[in-house]
């Protein structure tokens, strides 16, 4: 009762004071914080347009407008275009390992049990834990002498001794591991809210029809977690597009070069060769890329919620 | 029979998942272990297990010795704590009242959170370097920002950078506030309350948990979050536990006397406090992966 007559209350006096007073309030909450956001963020990204256009080789020095001269650079050496494909294809290798791997162990996950919880933390955690706090033991577990780390476990069983960094192969495959490992947790989290969120009815109608395990698996898991599968997806190659940490602390890009991808030549383009107009460039191709990526995220979310 | 065949199941399943936490948690056993015993020790050992015959806490007393982490330790702690205060202060008032008010432009700020979503890290990490060392009348800069380094290696980089990536919280925030039941701002709103008191008494108050999932995510990925002192600041004193990880972790690469254990306690002392959140308040983890998703 009380309620109702504060409404009609609220409403009489609505339209001048009250509004102009709603208007004020939210432009003085809204716009130091949005400000500050656009010094630090859109400053910056108006500048990288700017930035690969020029020449520009310290930071002491003035940027040169050069034109598309960098871009030229960047398609004409194929080097750019090895790093950028790497940059993909490794980043679209350790997405797809994460999303089966992921998916394994939410299914796994999906039952009643007291050690439930002990597991998920057991996959959780190295999610929860910087990468540069992490890595080193993969450093040390990788020693190419033939009585260190893993190479122990190789000779002990009577193999030969692995010279880790001098593979491409290894380095590659350590590095995905080190990405499967480190983002499993929350993938696999998000998969097991999407198996709980099937209808339990639909499997009792499935199997009362005869199905068997697969059949289930094929016609109602997985149809229902189409669109988990497109957000995994999408949102995990717009962080495997900018990864270039993993590549930093376990290969450094070795051997020669041979596991570098686009994102980390940026990153030593810029903070320690100096190219700047170059790594502005080269951040524009690679930006160019993950934006298509992000913006199909992006439509796939708003048809999803318009259904 | 068939109840053997669901024993058989169900300790097949516990064997399994064994296995697989195992290999999951051996690389922190791994460091634990390694962290406790001196170079000469762990260079001469390379087991698997790296049992300390000579166990010894001179690692750990070098980590929070104040030549050595506790100075970089401590920058963490802040900087944590810093962002965390900042982002929730973000999220809940401009999350309030792009939920409750109605007024011109709104839309404009709508449209704004989402496309900073879009943008990637990559496109601002290079010019953001530059424009930081061009800061005028900053690190011996002129009014033109020439002649000095800006804010490269001033410790305030640690606090200052605010990411558009905070700005999904506003969102989730707003979108938290839909199933908030109006009638009870409007009961304080009669007994007198403002804006202030309306959003600080009442809504902080009774949207604890969606605070919470606000509060430790941005607390862990801050913590977490090595690349941005590793870029702006050279002097372990005034860096991050985290980033001098980031210089010593790369450094393990090239030739020369390795101090695995050093780093591995370095790196057990960073891990502790995101591991003892996620311990207990996983539920708010999840649920932020759950609604925000972006963040991981």
Not at chain 1, 72 to 83: M, N, R
Not at chain 1, 198 to 218: H, K
Not at chain 1, 256 to 261: E, I, L, P, R
Not at chain 2, 18 to 44: Q, T
């Amino acid at each position: 009762m009380t309620a109702t007559v504060n409404k009609v209350r609220g409403e009489r006096r609505r339209p001048s004071a009250r509004r102009r007073r709603e208007v004020r309030t939210a432009y003085l909450v809204l716009l130091p914080f949005f400000l500050y956001i656009a010094i630090w963020n859109l400053v910056p990204l108006l500048f990288g347009l700017y930035l690969g256009f020029t020449e520009y080789n310290a930071l002491s020095s003035t940027p040169k407008w050069i034109g598309l001269a960098n871009f030229k650079t960047f398609f004409s050496v194929p080097e750019y275009g090895a790093l950028m494909w790497r940059q993909i294809w490794m980043g679209l290798l350790a997405l797809a390992m994460n999303t089966v791997i992921s998916f394994a162990l939410a299914l796994a996950l999906n039952v009643s049990s007291k050690v439930k919880g002990l597991f998920r933390t057991a996959i959780y955690v190295p999610n929860v834990s910087a990468v540069s706090a992490t890595t080193a033991v993969f450093v040390a577990l990788l020693n190419p002498l033939a009585d260190q780390g893993l190479n122990r476990i190789l000779t002990s069983l009577g193999g030969a001794a692995v010279t880790w960094n001098y593979s491409a192969f290894w380095m590659t495959f350590w590095i995905v591991t080190y990405f499967v490992w480190q983002r499993v947790g929350p993938a696999a989290i998000i998969w097991l809210g999407g198996l709980q969120a099937i209808d339990p009815s639909l499997y009792e109608a499935a199997r009362v029809d005869g199905a068997n395990f697969w059949q289930q698996v094929r016609y109602i898991t997985l149809p229902g977690l189409k669109f988990i599968a497109m957000y995994i997806l999408l949102t995990g190659i717009i962080g495997a597009m900018q990864m270039f940490d993993v590549v930093m602390f376990i290969s450094k890009g070795n051997p020669f070069g041979q596991t570098d991808v686009l994102m980390y030549r940026i990153y030593r383009d810029g903070f320690i060769n100096f190219n700047l107009g170059m790594a502005g460039a080269e951040s524009l191709a690679l930006g160019l890329v993950t934006v298509v990526f992000a913006l199909g995220y992006l439509w796939l979310q708003r048809r999803n919620e318009d259904e | 029979m068939k109840r053997y065949a669901k024993y058989l199941l169900k300790g097949s399943w516990l064997l399994v998942m064994s296995v697989v936490s195992f290999l999951f948690a051996y690389p922190f056993v791994y460091s634990v272990l390694g962290s406790l015993m001196l170079k000469s020790e762990f260079g001469n050992m390379g087991t698997l297990f790296p049992i300390p015959e000579h166990a010894t806490l001179q690692n750990y007393a070098f980590v929070f010795s104040i030549d050595g982490g506790f100075a970089p330790l401590l920058n963490s702690l802040q900087r944590a704590a810093w962002y965390t205060l900042v982002t929730v202060a973000m999220a809940v008032l401009c999350g309030y009242v792009l939920a409750r008010y109605d007024f011109r432009g709104k839309k404009f700020f709508l449209i704004a959170i989402v496309a900073a979503q879009v943008v990637p890290s990559v496109l601002t990490i290079i010019p953001s370097y530059i424009l930081v060392s061009r800061i005028p009348f900053m690190g011996g800069n002129d009014w033109l920002g020439r002649g000095g380094h800006g804010l490269i290696n001033n410790k305030l980089m640690l606090f200052l950078p605010l990411g558009w990536g905070s700005l999904l919280w506003v969102f989730l925030f707003s979108q938290s506030m839909k199933s908030f039941p109006k009638a009870i701002e409007e009961a304080a709103e009669i007994d007198g309350c403002g804006f202030w008191r309306i959003v600080t008494w009442v809504v902080l108050r009774l949207q604890g948990p969606i605070v919470a999932v606000i509060a430790i995510n941005t607390a862990l990925s801050n913590w977490n979050d090595w690349l941005t002192p590793f870029l702006y600041i050279n002097n372990v004193a005034d860096s991050t536990l985290t980033a001098w990880l980031a210089t010593l972790t790369s450094n393990l690469q090239q030739f020369g006397d390795k101090d695995y254990p050093k780093v591995f306690a370095l790196a057990t002392v960073a891990v502790i406090p995101p591991f003892l959140i996620f311990l207990f308040f996983q539920k708010y983890i999840i649920q932020g992966i759950a609604s925000a998703g972006v963040k991981g």
